[in-house]
């Protein structure tokens, strides 16, 4: 089984301009539902191919759940072929490097402005595929 782990968390949350009696129930299933957006526009995958769990924590706990669950986990979206997560960087900002993810999994249209990334797709998945192997074999060690 392979994991991405994100966080969702209110507008404005990020810069500490968010009212902490507002009610967050929105913003998980926002988030869920842009990840789904950018699973379908991706050329190569199919979301029916992925499945969802979530846990929804006070917003103290979010991005410490996060971190942990990333350390854990070491989920390839998160660090190696990162990207995923990533919002339309919005104007003044096209000179930017398009993101290992969007590069692997071509579609989302914001992403297509960007430049280049500097590995082929090639390059990336031979990390990719060592990535796994590497990860494999340490999980597997870890149970035995």
């Not at 301009?17 to 299933?29: C, F, I, K, P």
């Amino acid at each position: 089984m392979r994991h991405y782990v994100g966080k969702a968390v209110s507008e404005g949350a990020r810069k500490g301009g968010h009212d902490l009696n507002e009610n967050q129930g929105t913003a998980l299933y926002k988030r869920l539902n842009e990840h789904a957006k950018s699973v379908s526009s991706a050329k190569n995958l199919r979301l029916e191919d992925f499945s969802c769990r979530y846990l929804a924590v006070d917003d103290i706990w979010i991005s410490f759940t996060e971190t942990i669950l990333i350390e854990k986990f070491l989920p390839v979206w998160n660090c190696l072929l990162e990207g995923f997560g990533n919002h339309d960087p919005g104007k003044g900002r096209k000179n930017m490097i398009t993101p290992a993810w969007d590069w692997y999994h071509p579609g989302r249209a914001w992403a297509e402005h960007l430049k280049p990334h500097t590995k082929t797709v090639k390059q990336l998945d031979i990390e990719i595929r060592t990535y796994f192997k590497t990860f494999d074999k340490a999980a597997h060690a870890t149970t035995e």
